[in-house]
């Protein structure tokens, strides 16, 4: 599922990913980005942030992320409920969407509760 946002007068975007409960039996990890759709291919391909954040936070714990600058969850993923926030600087002007991928085993009922959001300015 996916989160379609048209950016064309949009210069600056802050993706807004929140994980309330997660259930699951052995480590299940969630990983969140954001794409920009290439018109010419149409293909879509990650954007990567300026600044990220992870709410509560500790001291360092973004230093790992900032490596890699595409995961709104950061590079080793999401396991824990917690608030995940990128900012990005320069969008392009074309549409937009928000990507994510889930790993792990899981049985009925169990899994991420999330919402996720966008927003442009």
């Not at 010419?40 to 992320?65: C, I, M, S």
Request: contains cysteine; positive net charge.
């Amino acid at each position: 599922m996916a989160i379609p946002a048209k950016l064309l007068n949009a210069t600056m975007g802050v993706v807004t990913f929140r994980i309330s409960a997660v259930t699951g039996t052995a480590t299940p990890t969630l990983y969140a980005w954001l794409e920009a759709k290439d018109t010419a291919q149409v293909q879509y391909f990650p954007l990567f942030y300026d600044q990220r954040g992870t709410e509560p936070a500790t001291p360092g714990d973004d230093l790992g992320a900032d490596l890699n600058r595409k995961n709104v969850t950061g590079t080793g993923g999401a396991t824990v409920a917690g608030r995940h926030t990128a900012i990005y600087k320069h969008l392009p002007a074309m549409e937009c969407r928000l990507r994510w991928r889930v790993t792990g085993t899981f049985s009925a009922g169990q899994g991420f509760t999330v919402s996720a959001g966008m927003d442009v300015a």
